[in-house]
């Protein structure tokens, strides 16, 4: 039997943006997929991740990552199906995840690096780019290895009902912590609080955010997990302690800036004009790639104990993904922001 013959929608970087992107920035392409030579699988993405750090890539910004070529793929971690296979250990029908980026196939060759396989069971599987896969590790490590929390203290985290932010939060406080959430609008602070069990959340759009975050703070803030930077940095700072610890994880708030600007990172801020003792620095979740594992199978638990909430957005359709990527600057996601690509082939 001939192999089907797929249809192979790539989603490519046609100029670099200025500001926040817009549709003529990408290429919609459309090919027939590959298919694997020896070793190889051929991958159908049924989920594709949208991630803040991707505007960096679109940029040629100095930066800890390269940047994508005119032309290339945009970049994306996704979960796939392999629909086929040259490779005996991944056969057809194997969840696994990868970085296809936007696109609805991609060739892969685990003999050079292995596939993460998804198990079902640990939690739904669309999670295994979201609360259990890269944000949740982000969230699992950047708290407990860079922030440090000790039961008791007072947790501050910013974009609070987001991905990473979430999860941060209702990490800490199983912890035993006291957990602030930080979030743009009151439907967003009251998910924090009733659904996700923060002790409180403040609204940055408020203009008395100063002085409420300051009053929800009344012993200051131990830990401050760090995503937005800009405003709500300012607001933070002043709550701050000697002791404190502040996981830089990333500053949204920048990403959008002119290309040419310079851009100080808060960690960096903070010691310059708070305390240059202070404990506080840009982490990248790879640090503990060698841990991801133990983190997606605590996360998964937590799940289905019913102690790890989460949402998401989905948006239906790869060639959506271009206006969808605005939402994590505008705030429209409600959580895990993903795009539903392709159905699986082998239910
Ligand atoms: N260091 C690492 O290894 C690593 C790994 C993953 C993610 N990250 C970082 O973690 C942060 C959160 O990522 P995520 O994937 O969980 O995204 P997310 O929180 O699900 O979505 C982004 C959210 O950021 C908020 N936001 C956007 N612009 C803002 C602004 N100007 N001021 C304040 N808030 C703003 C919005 O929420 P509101 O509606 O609440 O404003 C938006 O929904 C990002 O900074 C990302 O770069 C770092």
Known sequence: MSAPDRQNTRIT??????????????TVERATAPTPGPGEVLLKTLYLSLDPYMRGRMSDRKSYAAPLEIGEVITGGVVAEVVASENAAYPVGTLVTHHSGWQGYALANPENAPLPIVDPDNAPISTAVGVTGMPGQTAYFGLFRVGKPQPGETVVVS????????????????HGCRVIGVAGGPEKCAWCVDEAGFDACVDYRDPAFPAQL??????????YFENVGGAV???????????????????ISAYNSPSDAVLEAPDAWLKRTINPELETRFFLVHEWAGEFGEATKALGAMIRAGTLKYR?????????????????????????????VGDREKA
Do not use: H, W
Request: negative net charge.
């Open 13 to 26: 970087l046609a100029k670099r943006p200025e500001g926040m992107p817009v549709a003529s920035d990408f």
């Open 159 to 174: 974009a609070a009902s987001g991905a990473v932010g979430a999860t941060v939060g209702q990490l800490a406080k199983a």
């Open 214 to 223: 300051a009053a929800a703070c009344p012993d200051g803030i131990d830990v």
């Open 233 to 251: 940095l300012e607001a933070v700072a002043p709550l701050l302690k000697p002791t404190s610890r502040i996981p830089v994880c990333g500053y």
């Open 312 to 340: 998401e957005t989905v948006v239906e359709g790869l060639e959506n993904a271009p206006e969808a990527f605005l939402m994590l600057f505008t705030g429209a996601n409600a959580g895990k922001l993903l795009v539903k």
